[in-house]
């Protein structure tokens, strides 16, 4: 038995009793901040709710350790535990527990089991919102101080093993950039700077629509899969096309780079992935194919950079759409050096990207395994027999 099984048959032999959450916490909404106030160089983060702060101001509202719940937009629902002194705006509910009641803590892990709950009370036909009743009424269980300070010591330790880990994988993106660019920019080194046109050619694919995906049938690849799926290389396809249908389509071969070739914003554009499946897969019309001789994935992650960005910018035609056309792609220059230069630089990069993105092998598996477990263990500690009341 446990230390929190033994303090339970001490304390609460006959179960907890349960109350509405704002009987033991004040629900506080934040105030309006001017635009004008959010700087660069503020002191305080800004938040109006959601996972991360809009912006920094130089004032301040509530202080440091402190649950939030977004009140509106899209997120609203969300539990946050803000650690620094902060700016709470209009559109975020600050959660204050009578301590002598209920610790801090326990409130925000309770908070975080009921997360979707909130986030499927959401409401309005515009911006959606959270209503405070909606909050104010979800019954929380209240065992003795003693049992909820252990069950916050477990609990913590989980959020604490993921936070370090989340920071790890930040510094790990962080270091791929730097090597990227530096790997990838050959400052000071003679090599010879060769445009794609000159390099290989571009096959831009043919139009089908979401509708058309199926689970099995001919692999494909939608431009929209590219920037929510895709990273630097693919070996299977994740949505597939009939047979008939993807016949009349045009195709990338093993070797062959994707780029992407249209999007919301500028930004968009120019995104690749190394095509490295033995079979071919059908591009959408807002991709182009691009064959070469060069080590498909030294190409990929030259496509990650600024120097390639900056270059084919100026080509971008910008309207509802933006886009870029085989012959803007085309007049990008990249790096030529040997082909074991070529596959030593990718091999290097390809380490970092498997750290930084492989959710089976990498920090985020890790992150993700350390999440499932911390959620395990919250919903095991955090379900009570009720207290009887005859």
Not at 23 to 46: D, F, M, R, W
Request: hydrophobic share 35%; net charge neutral; with cysteine.
């Amino acid at each position: 038995m446990n230390k929190i099984d033994e303090l339970m048959q001490q304390l609460c032999p006959e179960g907890v009793e349960f109350k509405e959450l704002g009987k033991v916490i004040k629900l506080e909404k934040g105030k309006q901040l001017n635009k004008t106030l959010l700087t660069e160089s503020g002191k305080y983060p800004a938040y109006n709710g959601g996972s991360s702060y809009s912006g920094f101001t130089d004032r301040y509202n509530y202080d440091e350790n402190t649950i939030i719940i977004s009140q509106g937009g899209a997120s609203a629902g969300f539990v946050n535990f803000v650690r620094l002194k902060f700016y709470a705006n209009a559109h975020c509910y600050v959660v204050l527990p009578k301590f002598e009641v209920v610790l801090n803590r326990y409130v925000y892990h309770f908070l975080k089991l009921n997360q979707e709950k909130l986030t499927d009370k959401q409401h309005g036909a515009g911006i959606p919102a959270l209503r405070t009743s909606e909050v104010l009424k979800i019954p929380i269980p209240i065992p003795p101080i003693e049992i909820q300070e252990e069950i916050v010591k477990t609990l913590d330790l989980f959020t604490e093993l993921e936070a370090e880990l989340e920071a790890e994988l930040e510094a790990r993106k962080t270091q791929y950039t730097h090597y990227r660019d530096s790997l990838l920019g050959f400052e000071g080194k003679d090599v010879e700077w060769k445009t794609l046109g000159k390099l290989g050619e571009f096959t831009r694919g043919r139009r089908f629509v979401k509708t058309d995906m199926i689970e099995e049938g001919v692999p494909c690849i939608h431009y929209g899969e590219m920037y929510t799926h895709y990273k630097i290389w693919a070996k299977e396809a994740k949505s597939f096309l009939d047979p008939t249908l993807a016949s009349r389509l045009r195709v990338a071969k093993k070797g062959d780079v994707i780029i992407v070739a249209a999007g919301e914003t500028i930004e968009d554009i120019g995104q690749g992935v190394a095509w490295l499946g033995e079979e071919d897969v059908v591009i959408h019309d807002a991709c182009f194919a691009f064959r070469h001789k060069m080590h498909p994935n030294y190409v990929s992650h030259f496509l990650q950079t600024d120097i390639f960005h900056s270059q084919i910018k100026r080509h971008i035609s910008s309207g509802k759409i933006s886009a870029i056309n085989a012959a803007g792609l085309s007049k990008a220059k990249i790096p030529v050096p040997s082909i074991e230069e070529q596959q030593r630089i990718a091999a290097i990069l390809d380490k970092f990207h498997i750290l930084i993105n492989d959710i089976s092998v990498g920090l985020p598996a890790e992150i993700e395994a350390r999440r499932k477990q911390y959620e395990y263990y919250r919903n095991r500690l955090l379900t009570f027999k009720p207290l009887s009341n005859g």
